[in-house]
């Protein structure tokens, strides 16, 4: 495997950029420019370099190289899995940000976002990311590492409800999903999946942009890299996307230092 170190932005301000500049390469343009337009008023996605700079960190090979990036935000969370909501990431960002700014003590952190620089897939160094993650909320002494997941095969099956493709399993009883895969066998649990992780819209004129593909009629449309499709109303100018996501939890364990 690549050797790499971890490094967080609280060490190093230069990394938000780059790190951003990974997620602007790999994420869908919806993703990350699509308005909030769910139950909660999602606070902007920079902010969280701002509230929580040591929970944000770049792993670089050895020659300064960013492989990859994680980000966590940490929140108050009574350990009850059924009380996980449907609005999974956008829940978890507006609770976050409002405990950290009313200084409401955090329990748990959650993870908001992993990758891997494609050069250097398919080496377990998404693993080593939750790894970390976990250290960082055993450091803190939360026990548990919450996380709505977005499972990388998704888009491929954009008609299959979430609840549904999460039942789908490999003959050795293992999700199909290759990144619901990687979250088990480092020792998550699946807890359930949620309809609307991140509710977002746009005009029409954003979808097009964003989907790279005309959209000259009102209805449902699968954009590409997107895990359902895109509600487009011409008369109201508006696109309207739910993006399921899949609710895991990783024991953090005891800081034994
Ligand atoms: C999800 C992600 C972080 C996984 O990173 P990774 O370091 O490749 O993870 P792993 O090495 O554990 O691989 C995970 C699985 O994907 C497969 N895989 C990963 N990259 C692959 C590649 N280039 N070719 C074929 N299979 C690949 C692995 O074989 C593994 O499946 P397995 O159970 O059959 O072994 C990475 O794919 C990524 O950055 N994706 C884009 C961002 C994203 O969607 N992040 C997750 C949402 S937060």
Not at 3 to 19: G, H, N, P, S, Y
Not at 188 to 196: A, L, P, Q, T, W
Request: glycine share 8%; proline share 9%; charged share 20%.
């Amino acid at each position: 495997m690549t050797k790499f170190t971890v490094r967080t932005v609280a060490e190093d301000w230069t990394l938000q950029e780059r790190i951003e500049a990974m997620y602007r390469k790999l994420w869908p343009r919806p993703i990350l420019e699509g308005h909030p337009a769910g139950l909660y008023a999602t606070p902007a996605w920079e902010t969280i370099y701002q509230r929580w700079p040591q929970l944000q960190f770049a792993l670089l090979d050895t020659e300064g190289r960013l492989v990859g990036a994680g980000n966590t935000a940490a929140l108050p969370w009574e350990q009850d899995v059924a009380e996980l909501p449907e609005e999974g990431f956008d829940w978890a960002m507006t609770a976050a940000c409002q405990a950290h700014d009313l200084k409401t003590p955090a329990t748990a952190l959650c993870a908001c976002g992993i990758m891997v620089d494609p050069a250097f897939r398919g080496q377990g160094i998404s693993t080593v990311a939750l790894e970390s993650m976990r250290m960082l909320a055993r450091a803190a002494g939360y026990p548990s590492l919450i996380a709505p997941v977005r499972p990388t095969a998704k888009w491929r099956y954009p008609l299959i409800p979430m609840a549904a493709y999460l039942a789908w399993q490999t003959a050795d009883g293992l999700p199909f999903d290759p990144w619901l895969r990687t979250h088990v066998r480092a020792g998550g649990r699946i807890v359930k999946s949620c309809s609307c992780s991140a509710t977002l819209s746009g005009t029409v004129a954003e979808w097009v942009e964003w989907g790279g593909m005309p959209l000259p009629g009102s209805g449902q449309h699968l954009l590409p890299g997107l895990f359902a499709p895109v509600q487009i109303d011409l008369e109201e100018d508006r696109g309207l996307y739910m993006e399921p996501a899949v609710w895991v939890v990783h024991p953090v364990g005891r800081d034994t230092r």
